[in-house]
């Protein structure tokens, strides 16, 4: 499935009218993000971790990718998830407002369009290198 979709739900859910839904929209748009990245990494055949540790690799390996606007858009999404597990789990009250919803869908968007980059070249083979690069370091 395409992350994509997710955030096309996360902005029926905040035409909602109530936390839940807004909460909802929220979480819905960061694993948009992130999932759409996510499958860019296993097209270009990078080892994403399946559990938990898949956040931090997928943030890590575009935050290192040689590419200023998606390094940025990488370490927006990185926070993004903070506020997914604020929206899942915590009783913060701003984070299940309309209008908090609404810029964090907003953000999740522009993360996307930064990511969608890459799929062009010369992005796509500047990207590939650069994450290459970024494990081999980190790997030895």
Same mark, same amino acid.
């Not at 859910?13 to 929209?25: F, M, V």
């Not at 299940?96 to 083979?125: H, M, Q, W």
């Given at each position: 499935? @395409?992350?994509?979709?997710? /955030?096309?739900?996360?902005?029926?859910?905040?035409?909602?009218?109530?936390?839940?839904?807004?909460? +909802?929209?929220? +979480?819905? #748009?960061?694993?948009? #993000?992130?999932?759409?990245?996510?499958? /860019? *990494?296993?097209?270009?055949?990078?080892?994403? =971790?399946?559990?938990?540790?898949?956040?931090?690799?997928? +943030?890590?390996?575009?935050?290192?990718?040689?590419?200023?606007?998606?390094?940025?858009?990488?370490?927006? /999404?990185?926070? *993004?998830?903070?506020?997914?597990? @604020?929206?899942?789990? *915590?009783?913060?009250?701003?984070?299940?407002?309309?209008?908090?919803?609404?810029?964090?869908?907003?953000? #999740?968007?522009?993360?996307?369009?930064?990511?969608?980059?890459?799929?062009?070249?010369?992005?796509?083979? =500047?990207?590939?290198?650069?994450?290459?690069?970024?494990? *081999?370091?980190?790997?030895?």
């Amino acid at each position: 499935m @395409d992350g994509r979709e997710f /955030l096309k739900f996360a902005k029926i859910l905040i035409s909602g009218n109530c936390e839940a839904e807004y909460r +909802s929209a929220v +979480s819905r #748009a960061y694993y948009g #993000a992130f999932n759409f990245a996510r499958q /860019l *990494l296993e097209d270009w055949t990078f080892d994403v =971790n399946k559990g938990p540790g898949g956040h931090g690799d997928v +943030s890590n390996m575009f935050s290192n990718c040689g590419i200023q606007d998606v390094e940025k858009a990488a370490n927006k /999404l990185s926070d *993004l998830h903070g506020r997914r597990i @604020d929206a899942d789990y *915590l009783r913060k009250e701003d984070i299940g407002k309309k209008k908090t919803a609404d810029f964090y869908v907003s953000i #999740a968007e522009d993360i996307v369009k930064n990511f969608e980059r890459c799929l062009d070249e010369p992005n796509k083979t =500047n990207a590939i290198k650069g994450i290459t690069s970024y494990n *081999l370091k980190i790997k030895g």
